[in-house]
């Protein structure tokens, strides 16, 4: 998220609030460092310095789940659901996890184990 995001503040303290190591998934980091590589060319590096530095882990490996991150696409697919979305909603699934950090409001929608509801860590403006 950019300082320039008008939601960037609100990011910082959501973060700020968490205790490392955050959980997410190598689609997340993917499509990190894509949207921030569009501000800064070196930015995608210092999204695995984050990582390298145990600000966060990866917490699934899609390779491993592949029926299921299909059947929550075909579940959502009016949504719709992203692969990035898919692959946080079955980590939450794996690590038994109902809290999150999104500005995402698909995650209102989406239900890890079928009918739980996520806790969003950033509250809704």
């Known amino acids: ?15 700020a609030e968490c205790a490392p190591p955050l959980r997410c998934c190598e689609a997340v980091v993917a499509e990190a460092c894509f949207l921030l590589s569009q501000l800064r060319a070196d930015a995608p590096a210092e999204v695995l310095a984050l990582a390298r530095a145990g600000l966060f882990t990866v ?18 697919r009016e949504v719709p659901m ?5 692959c946080l909603v079955r980590c939450a699934e794996v690590h038994r996890e109902a809290r999150i950090l999104t500005f995402d409001r698909h995650f209102t929608i989406y239900r890890w184990a079928r009918t739980q509801r996520f806790q969003n860590l950033v509250p809704e403006d």
């Open 59 to 76: 917490g699934l490996a899609a390779a491993d789940h592949w029926a299921a991150l299909e059947a929550l696409m075909r579940r959502y």
């Open 82 to 86: 992203s692969f990035a979305d898919a």
């Open 1 to 15: 998220m950019a300082k320039s995001d008008h939601r960037h503040a609100e990011a910082k303290r959501a973060f």
